[in-house]
Every structure is written in C-alpha cells, then in structure tokens.
Nanobody
Framework: QLQLVESGGGLVQAGGSRRLSCVAS????????LGWFRQAPGKERDFVAA????????YYADSAKGRFTISRDNAKNTVYLQMNSLKPEDTAVYYC?????????????????WGQGTQVTVSS
C-alpha cells in the first residue's frame, strides 16, 4: 500500500510561486507513475500534470503549461509541483496520485493511490 502526503499549500498572491511536495511511504516510487490533480469548490477534479517512473516523460494540462513543472526524486520518494505565475483560478485543493505503470495515466480513474490534498489559495 502506497501512502502519499502532500505539503506546501497555503495562501499566495497572484503572480507568485509555490512548490508542492508529495512524499510517498510504504513503497519506493521507482515503478510508479505520479500525477497532480486539483479540485476547486463546486467543481470536478481536474488533471494538472503527470510524470512517468523515470521522470523522462511529463504531461501537463493546458492550464498548467508554461507555468507549472512536475518533477520527482526517486531517492527521496517524492514528487514535486513547482507552480509559477499563479492566478486566482489556480485556487484549489491539490492532490497527488500514484499508480504502478510504465506509461503516464492522465485521468484520475486510472490512479490507485491518493494523498489527502493540500489547499492552495491565490489572492488577487
């Protein structure tokens, strides 16, 4: 069983930056694809970014391209989401997710393990 714990959320002004971390335990993440999703109040959970087991393949939602960067450190069992040029519409609970996979799942239904989420609030 893989446990995921996110951190790094908080209040940030528009235009600012934030780095989210997701630390895994219970298994090494070497064989896991990892993703970030977010859910704003009253909205569905949306895909943000995902990364394959080696870090060599990354995908981003259109809303994240050019502003967010996903990365991973398998030695630290951690995946990161660097968020720059934040906008009020980025306000959401951000979740990391994991799945044993060689590819990169892009939908939430494909992931088996989820963290509890971390709130990011961007003020205008």
């Amino acid at each position: 069983q893989l446990q995921l714990v996110e951190s790094g959320g908080g209040l940030v002004q528009a235009g600012g930056s934030r780095r989210l971390s997701c630390v895994a335990s219970g298994h090494t993440i070497n064989n896991y694809a990892l993703g970030w999703f977010r859910q704003a109040p009253g909205k569905e959970r949306d895909f943000v970014a995902a990364i394959n087991w080696s870090g060599g393949i990354k995908y981003y939602a259109d809303s994240a391209k050019g502003r967010f960067t996903i990365s991973r450190d398998n030695a630290k069992n951690t995946v990161y989401l660097q968020m720059n040029s934040l906008k009020p519409e980025d306000t959401a609970v951000y979740y990391c997710a994991g799945r044993v996979a060689r590819g990169v799942p892009l939908t939430g239904d494909e992931y088996d393990y989820w963290g509890q989420g971390t709130q990011v609030t961007v003020s205008s």
